[in-house]
């Protein structure tokens, strides 16, 4: 079990007080908070060993390109990818599927091809590939969801046919709090011979992930969602595809050779990794999973499982407000979306910011989601390892107080 009050000591940030209230940060989906370890390490590296990776044979250059390939080393143990080689250091979640969509895409998906995404996904698991289906003429097609906003697997046996090339999919959902069955969906797509690409972004930070036993060709996520900082993400992909293709970017270390008319490419993982890298933020995310596994994910997990028990009942109770996604806590993440009667998502969120609470409103990057849903915004509350039962009934008591103001004008 974790020691949240212990834990939470970690996190001067949320310590705070704001408009007179103190804080109470659900926000996380968005990005988590940063303890003061990871900071420390990262601060270390700037005030000791701030130097270039790769590139110099100095004490400097040798203890940073040191650090730098070492968190290299516990993203493939945290996943459990195969090698370091199949590790690809990018800005973040987007970036990663944006290189996907060029450099897989452009290699791979001829004209015909299928595409196939679900209503659920973020916006950066759909631009890449619309952009990708409108260059080389594929056809872009999406999986429903049922009643309660799971994936609906029977839809999804029939958009997925000999025709898909891509099933490109969120592990989690990031409005739904859903966790899709990555392992099921990839059995289905390799008996299709397609290739599965998996948004990992709201499952990394909060369960368990082997990307061998799920089998995925490729898997992204983001360190600012995980304790880390922001400006680095993660690639996975199996060896077999990433030498196949092409790198997208150019230039410093990815270069193996370069002539006068062309170029030659350095070995995985560097091949697909251009100019001087997020040194920093490469050390913070190794630090953060380091602080992670300290904790557990098994830990993790159940701790927001308990506080999604707690909360979710309470907020389903408040007359007027109505939750998207399942209803059963058991098969929630610790993501809710939630929209009260009456009363614009934006305006919900502001009431609650006046009362310390941290929430996000708007589409969350998930417009044919919410299309879907048949609603132009939500509010959302996210929780994170260091949110308590307290922070839930902030949470409830914040909403009940916001609906009576604008019921009747006050506090």
């Known amino acids: 079990m974790i020691n949240v009050e212990k834990l939470r000591q970690d996190f001067p940030i949320l310590a705070q007080n704001v408009n007179e209230e103190s804080l109470v940060y659900l926000d996380n989906a968005a990005t988590t908070q940063m303890p003061d370890p990871i900071l420390q390490t990262m601060k270390t590296y700037y005030h000791k060993d701030h130097a270039n990776v790769h590139r110099g044979v100095h004490t400097l250059a040798q203890r940073a390109t040191e650090k730098y390939e070492t968190a290299r080393e516990k993203v493939r143990q945290f996943i459990h990818a195969n090698e370091i080689a199949e590790v690809l250091f990018t800005k973040g979640t987007t970036s990663s599927l944006n290189w996907l969509a060029r450099s897989f895409g452009d290699r791979f998906i001829n004209e015909g091809d299928e595409i196939v995404l679900s209503y659920m996904e973020h916006h950066s698991n759909i631009v890449p590939w619309q952009q990708l289906a409108k260059r080389k003429k594929a056809v872009l097609k999406y999986i429903s969801l049922t009643e309660d906003g799971f994936l609906d697997m029977e839809d999804a046996r ?7 090339a891509i099933v490109a999919i969120a592990h989690a959902s990031n409005v ?73 970017e150019f230039g410093g270390e990815m270069i193996d050779f370069v002539y006068l008319q062309e170029s030659t490419w350095a070995e995985l993982p560097w091949k697909f990794e251009a100019g001087t890298p997020n040194i920093a933020g490469g050390i913070g995310l190794g630090s953060a999973i380091g602080y992670l596994n300290e904790i557990s994910l098994e830990e993790i997990y159940h701790h927001e499982k308990e506080l999604i028990h707690y909360v979710l009942p309470r907020l389903e109770a408040i007359e007027g407000l109505t939750v998207y996604g399942p209803s059963e806590p ?24 006046m009362q310390g609470v941290a929430v996000r409103a708007g589409h969350h990057c998930a417009q044919p989601l919410l299309n879907y849903l048949d609603t132009m915004a939500t509010a959302r509350a996210s929780f994170y390892l260091y949110n308590t039962k307290d922070d839930a009934d902030r949470l409830i008591e914040s909403i009940k107080e916001a609906k009576e103001f604008f019921r009747h004008g006050s506090f």
Do not use: C
């Open 158 to 164: 029939r958009q997925i046919t000999e025709k898909t």
């Open 176 to 248: 739904l709090g859903v966790i899709n069955p990555i392992a099921e969906l990839t059995e289905l797509v390799h008996k299709h011979q397609g290739v599965i690409v998996v948004d990992g972004a709201q499952a990394v930070p909060h369960m368990p992930v082997n990307v061998k036993e799920l089998d995925v060709d490729f898997y992204a996520f983001s360190g600012h969602k995980m304790l880390g900082p922001t400006g680095i993400g993660v690639l996975y992909g199996k060896r077999y595809w990433l030498e196949q293709m092409e790198p997208v």
């Open 330 to 353: 058991v098969d929630h993440t610790g993501v809710i979306a939630f929209n009260l009667d009456g009363l614009h998502p934006h305006d919900l969120a502001t009431a609650l910011d």
